[in-house]
């Protein structure tokens, strides 16, 4: 079964730091594109980031461009969603998401989502 | 940015009945879209990829159309286990947007 598994959310302050990570046992992440998706208490989906299977091309939203990188370690078979700069409005459960090989690619799997609060 | 508009926002229906749910792109999309389900607490799940591919293991009452602007989410008989939220997507170009949403309620 083909699985994502989100860890490294929790409490931040606002201004802090925080590094997610998605291990995906059971399946090579390499050459295949991967994406972090956020949504916010009470609201819809958002596209956060993705990163292209060769790793060499990276995408953000214009709400965290600067502030999030995302990379991926191929040899621990893991994706990253490095955050900084965090606000209030990045409070959110973050999930990662398998894309494709092709330049155009939906998500699934998704994982189970790392919740991300960020409060004084 | 391509803009993704759903509607309706909430749709109250009754087990057995056809439901459709659309969604419209503020620009030509041809057909990269994707539908997904979501229910309370759990990660979304894909139903629907290319418009109109029905994702393996998502049941045949699920069925998605068009290209371009204009897509339809169709339930042909609602089942207890469909109540949720369904959200669409675009992936022809960054940044990828979803739809705002389309909850399903028991009428």
């Known amino acids: 079964e083909v699985q994502l598994l989100e860890s490294g959310g929790d409490l931040a302050q606002p201004g802090g730091s925080l590094r997610l990570s998605c291990a995906a046992p059971g399946f090579s992440l390499s050459s295949l594109a991967m994406s972090w998706v956020r949504q916010a208490p009470g609201k819809g989906l958002e596209w956060v980031s993705s990163i292209s299977g060769s790793g060499r091309n990276t995408y953000y939203a214009d709400s965290v461009k600067g502030r999030f990188t995302i990379s991926r370690d191929s040899s621990k078979n893991t994706l990253f969603l490095q955050m900084s700069g965090l606000r209030a409005e990045d409070t959110a459960v973050y999930y990662c998401a398998r894309g494709g090989v092709a330049a155009h690619f939906w998500f699934d799997p998704w994982g189970q989502g790392t919740q991300v609060t960020v409060s004084s | 940015d391509i803009q993704m508009t759903q509607s309706p926002s909430t749709l109250s229906a009754s087990v057995g009945d056809r439901v459709t749910i659309t969604c419209r792109a503020s620009?030509?999309?041809?057909?990269?879209l994707a539908w997904y389900q979501q229910k309370p607490g759990k990660a979304p799940n894909l139903l629907i990829y290319?418009?109109?591919n029905l994702e393996s293991g998502v049941p045949s009452r699920f069925g998605g159309s068009g290209s371009g602007t204009d897509f339809t989410l169709t339930i042909s008989s609602l089942q207890p286990d469909d109540f949720a939220v369904y959200y669409c997507?675009?992936?022809?170009?960054?940044?990828?947007?979803f739809g705002q949403g389309t909850k399903v309620e028991i009428e």
């Open positions: 290319m418009a109109s």
């Open positions: 997507q675009q992936y022809n170009s960054y940044p990828y947007t």
């Open positions: 620009q030509n999309i041809n057909t990269w």
